[in-house]
């Protein structure tokens, strides 16, 4: 397999798309036998175009077979074209006349999420087999000299097939359907366009050193390699922190010391349960590179964070733009330039730029414009100026009339508390060696002092003893002491010495001589003295050391960085947690504060360059952006345009550009989409969670494997499984799969490193995902909430882990969705008697952030919105498990929907919704709906749930 045939198999796999997203699409209405005809009239084109040239045609879908859409006494139900269930899509190309045509390369489908095996069984309308069989099958029948009959010929086959129904019939499966024919742009190209390009472009010749796109399709996993202790080796290299609240946790720092030894070309793995500080991680290796980069004076480093889920996006830039501050009488944690409120910048797609600028991101685009163009006008920059001579001036104490000046002076204060902090490490690397684990500094030279003391007092009192025995031994009558070897002398001896010997003598023998008693107490007077010396020795070590020490504190206060003496620690590992806080914080600061300054004398572009991508321009536009803000948020459908350059009347890419590329929420995106834009960077963090809601996938496997087959990356169907097994197949696998496959760790038997420590939920909650999929490797951290003294629900007597009780029999279906009303109205009437109460217990909070529901029927979410009361319903999220994705709320009501003769079959079909679903609650999860309708079987989600409520006792009224 070469790197051209995984390219063009990626680029397949991203062309043969076969999800739609219809938010925000235009549509137009049409009936089913114009389409049969293939003559739909002027007016779809003239909807549908922008074009001013009606010569040219329109990719449209037409959506042949649509769900019905429902009346609710005088409220239509799903009425936005982005909740339409479409479940017949049919590419085409319509003309300007009303022709349509068939299209290349595209082909009909029936959407997955409406095929079996699904967890909303109600709205399959056939089996995934059956399209598949049909689709491996017949496909055939698209290449040669179609016309649009043949081709629709070839989606009503298709459609009647899998469905068992005709394709006029407006009923399939009990679900009615629309007798409207929808006819929506196609923007499935327009949302690809910049991945295909790139595959294009690395097809177009083989592209040389592309390391790390290599490693990512690399058809063999790679060889693992030992672990990396946390050596002082390791400490040395960690710089920077961008909050100062909270040191790393302990596999925080494991991932951090591996991203530190990574080299070009290489793939770091990291497995994120919910609430093990993901972000936290991503900060840190952010700070840590950005301030590498300043305290060697260079251009700061190129960091792009990605993923194809915008709220993993979105998340990223809030995180980054909301870091706490930590001291109180000091500017350092301000910008010193106007207009930079962020340490990110997001580069949304031309649909998100208003939802952007609502939420007050920092955004431009590949233009420079927004933020960019703001920053960088002669009226910014002279304000800014102005702010820095005013804040460094301040900060430092001097009259600096000058950026440069400003510049120089802030490097100088960085090398010094980076050269504090590697101190600070070798002095307790130096003092760990030397003093009893566990035992702190100023501890231990109390400690030496007092067992000085003792051994002195110990030599004196042997001293004492000895003088003792000598004028004991003098009282002897003459006689005894001449002739010791006369019985009756010996015995007068003898009693002599045995009343004399204390109690502590044990090593005294009531027949030794006086010769003898001094020799054994002489060699005691030796031992003393001896631990006396090597007592004296180590204390002037110690000490040393703890001057030392006390000294570089006494430069921190003085540099600001502390307010008063910490006290002293006792291993390496405590002083790196305490430099993680204080100087690695304070120099992620000041390295922003000299990249400001840095930025301020830097090359601006003209206005002839703005909006052009030769590749100067380019450098001067990501460098200047960086030095504002280390990290640019994207989407991967962005991301290939970022690095897309012209010169010489020629496009090309710009391969190896990024210093670093993170991918978020990796668990939700697809090989394809992301592959392409590793050849742009030269290494990667993926992070994700395997058991978080999976990516939806564009491909149905017959198609993927065809495509993998036709592409020679594989040669026989029997080798897809292996491709399956390295994550690279494109129908059911994600980017934190491959990167396990590329990752050269492996812990706890799973290839990738594994963050740990969970903070977000109370140990009562998280126990249960504990036990559902993470084999009991999560840490809980937070506590059990009974011991929380400050856990403001118990006032409200709502449990960590609760059930409430709504007796129904069964759940109703309308548009092919289940809904409960019963439990609806019920859920709607507890949140209206607790809200206020609830808001109350959390004044500090913002009361969006206090309760969700979720529910996995998206019909339910729409009867519980309605049944909330006017009041509350702006304050109360409600959605499916996708909705909260990377989200939390401190309770969360889970709405099983189904009534006691339903089962529960929506849960036990994948783990990963009630793992998301429980994990979102910080202080509450809670249950609501007929426990009868979970499982009897604890091996089963739904009944690992049950057994924890009942065991529990934990059901709530």
Known sequence: MSFQNVTKYFRDSVAAKLKINFKNSRYTISDLESVIQGRVGNEPYTNLSDRKNVSEKLDVIVVAKTIKTNFDGQQRVDTNIEDMSGILYIPAVLTASGILLPPEGKYPWIPREHLHPIIDEELAIGYVNDFDEFMSNHYQRLENDLTWKSYFEFAKDMYETVTEN????????????????????????????????????????????????????????????????????????????????????????????????????????????????????????????????????????????????????????????????????????????????????????????????????????????????????????????????????????????????????????????????????????????????????????????????????????????????????????????????????????????????????????????????????SEKAKEARENIKQVELIQQQVSELSTKYKQLIEELISLNILDEYPGSFASVDEANEFLDTTVKYASFWLAVHYYECRWLTEKRLSEKQKGKNFENVLNCFYTNLSMLAPCFVMTFYQLPRLLLAYDNGKEHFLYNYIDLLIVDEAGQVTPEIAACSFSLAKRAVVVGDVYQIEPVWNMNETLDMSLALSNDVITSIEQFEKLRQLGLNTSESSVMKVAG???????????????????????????????????GKLEPKRGKAENDKKNPLVQLSIPPLGHIQVDSYQSSKKAGSRYNEIEARAIAAWINDHFDRIRNAYPDKDPKSLIGIITPFKMQVSTIKRALSPDVKHFVNVGTVHTFQGGERKVIIMSTVYGKNDGCFFIDGNKSLLNVAVSRAEDSFLVMGDMNCLSASANKPSGLLKRMLLENEVVYS
Request: glycine share 4%; hydrophobic share 35%.
């Open 166 to 521: 005709g394709i006029t019939s407006n009923l399939v499966k009990e679900i009615e359907l629309e007798t409207n024919v929808y006819i929506i742009k196609d923007g499935s190209v327009n949302a690809t366009r910049h991945i295909l390009k790139l595959y294009d472009h690395l097809l177009s010749g083989e592209p040389d050193h592309l390391l790390l796109y290599q490693n990512f399709i690399n058809q063999e996993f790679t060889s693992l390699s030992q672990l990396i202790p946390n050596r002082m080796s390791e400490m040395q290299t960690h710089l920077g922190q961008m909050g100062g609240e909270y040191p790393l946790s302990p596999s925080q720092r494991e991932c951090l010391n591996h991203f530190n030894n990574m080299k070009e070309g290489e793939i770091l793995a990291v497995n994120g349960p919910p609430g093990t500080g993901k972000t936290t991680l991503l900060q840190s290796l952010v700070a840590n590179l950005y301030v590498e980069r300043a305290l060697k004076k260079v251009n700061p480093p190129v960091i792009v964070a990605s993923s194809t889920n915008n709220q993993a996006v979105t998340n990223i830039i809030e995180s980054f733009g909301k870091i706490k501050p930590k001291w109180k009488n000091s500017n350092l944690e301000q910008r010193w330039i106007e207009g930079v409120d962020s340490f990110a910048v997001y580069f949304p797609s031309g649909s998100k730029e208003k939802e952007a600028k609502e939420k007050g991101f920092q955004y431009t685009n590949f233009r420079g414009e927004n933020f960019f163009d703001e920053v960088e006008s002669n009226e910014n920059i002279e304000r800014s100026a102005e702010k820095m001579l005013k804040e460094c001036n301040h900060y430092f104490g001097t009259n600096h009339t000058d950026i440069k000046q400003c510049e120089q002076t802030i490097s100088n204060r960085l090398s010094a508390i980076d050269e504090i902090r590697q101190r600070v490490l070798s002095l307790f690397s130096e003092y760990e060696q030397i003093a009893p684990k566990g035992v702190c500094l100023d501890t231990y030279i109390t400690q030496l002092i007092k067992e000085k003391s003792e051994w002195e007092d110990k030599f004196q009192g042997i001293q004492q003893r000895i003088s003792e025995w000598q004028t004991h031994f003098s009282n002897l009558p003459f006689f005894v002491r001449l002739l010791p070897f006369i019985p009756f002398f010996k015995n007068k001896l003898v009693s002599h010495i045995r009343y004399f010997i204390q109690l502590d003598e044990e090593f005294i023998d009531e027949s030794m001589s006086l010769d003898e008693i001094i020799t054994v107490y």
């Open 741 to 775: 496959k590329s990752c050269k760790y492996e812990k706890h038997q799973q290839r990738g490193l594994f963050l740990s420590e969970h903070r977000r939920c109370y140990n009562d909650i998280i126990e249960y995902c504990n036990n559902l999929v993470y084999r």
